[in-house]
DNA sequence: ACTTGACTTCAAGTCGACTTGAGCTTTTAT
DNA sequence: ATAAAAGCTCAAGTCGACTTGAAGTCAAGT
């Protein structure tokens, strides 16, 4: 498969899949003249890669995983993370009842408001940074670019 | 309150608030020679920016929630805020159930594996990029720097 | 033959949330 | 009186994951 080939069928822009060569995330097996190939395989591991970011692994650590030829996970590490996604969800979790309740407060200040307050305990024993791409959602496949 | 005070009592370094208050995001009233002086209300607010953070606004849509005088809160924003949480913790929860699975399943490759290929497709449908700071939590002293 | 357009490389730019550094001024302690 | 500690401003740097732009190469269609 050529790189647009890759691109359509995984949703990502060349120039990602170009980035995550650089970074040894995937590789391509020969050239046709400039233009690298890729054998159907590769769509797997960008599914693999995919996943991962979800699951809050950063290309760094993907690539280590699959360090040891193929994708044989470091188990241990799975599991912290697992274990590091339950601490997370705990605290969406009540972030997001905290804020279906403020939403509908009769409180004229949240200050005033037990639940709120119970939610400002709960921020305030986290106190990492979590940037929020979240919301940017962008489904910018390297189709059409113009 | 001079910036230190504040420092201590939010557990954020002084160039934070010094970037928080060049944002908008807090305000310190009149100074002291050079030195900022806040008021004690200033730790509320801090608190409500972090919860607002850890919920993933960014700091931008805090400062909008701040502006109609005082923190009267956008409140169809925030049940969007929630939904959004909603989804995000389904996929989170899905992918912890992954993680766990994968670091005991059997199959000798994981595309053998059908829970394991449930996950991807789960991995597939959500093609947002969450950079994973969630790992660093460094909490910067402030309260204790053991 | 020549243009087009897909592909290439490499360097630099972007974004958000801060942090760091340089070079001053002010307060506090000796 | 003086020097260190703490504040200040403003500009620039950092981090991760890409994206974008400039400039070049190459196969294909007219």
Redesign the pocket.
Known sequence: M????VAKASG?????L???EEKGLIQ?NG??????LFSANVIERLALIALG?NAGF???EIAEMFTPDGPDINRALLLTKADELDKTIEELTAMRDGLRHAAVCKAPNHFECPKFLRLLRIAGKNRF?Q??RLKENKL?R?VKKT
């Open positions: 050529d790189i647009t080939e990502l822009p060349a120039s990602t170009r980035f995550y391509s050239r046709s003249g400039l233009r690298r970011r950063s290309l760094d940074r940037p929020n910018k390297g």
